[in-house]
């Protein structure tokens, strides 16, 4: 079946994830890709404790995504790959050819962002770094849960 959703998502793992969007996928594997969090035993399993058994987390760097990222787009499972900021999406896409979609499914308020969604804050230059990934030729749209409508790029930047 492949990766069924590659979601941007600040909150990395969490229950919008795992039952929102992992049960009516029928997700049997989610993929984390952060550098820091590879590296990180205690995260990790921070991250796994949010998540059912039968369901796999497999936690990679950039660099490993990309040299798998065609291993898991195989897999017969229904998976999820999952990254929590705009650079590693943007790193991801620079460095494969596979990545054609991104759902930003949750990029939260900080200094200096403003509310586009109620689920997604951009400051003008992240608004800019999207819409680059789209002129890269990645679908990108904005979709909080499954049953809510894919809200495209040019509506919410």
């Not at 550098?35 to 936690?59: A, C, H, K, N, T």
């Not at 900080?110 to 679908?139: F, H, I, P």
């Amino acid at each position: 079946m492949s990766l069924a959703l590659y979601r941007i998502d600040d909150r990395l793992i969490h229950g919008q994830v795992v039952v929102g969007w992992g049960q009516p996928l029928d997700v049997a594997f989610i993929v984390l890709v952060d550098d820091e969090v590879r590296e990180s035993e205690w995260e990790q399993d921070l991250y796994r404790m949010g998540v059912p058994p039968q369901i796999d987390v497999i936690f990679a760097s950039v660099a490993e995504a990309v040299a798998r990222l065609d291993e898991w787009e195989r897999d017969r499972r229904v998976g999820i790959l999952l990254v929590g900021d705009l650079d590693t999406a943007e790193a991801l896409v620079a460095q494969s050819n596979g990545i054609r979609r991104f759902n930003v499914g949750g990029i939260h308020h900080r200094a200096g962002r403003s509310e586009r969604l109620r689920y997604v804050y951009l400051t003008d230059d992240e608004a800019s770094r999207l819409k680059r990934l789209a002129g890269r030729g990645v679908e990108i749209t904005a979709q909080d849960v499954p049953s809510a409508r894919p809200i495209p790029l040019g509506e919410f930047t």
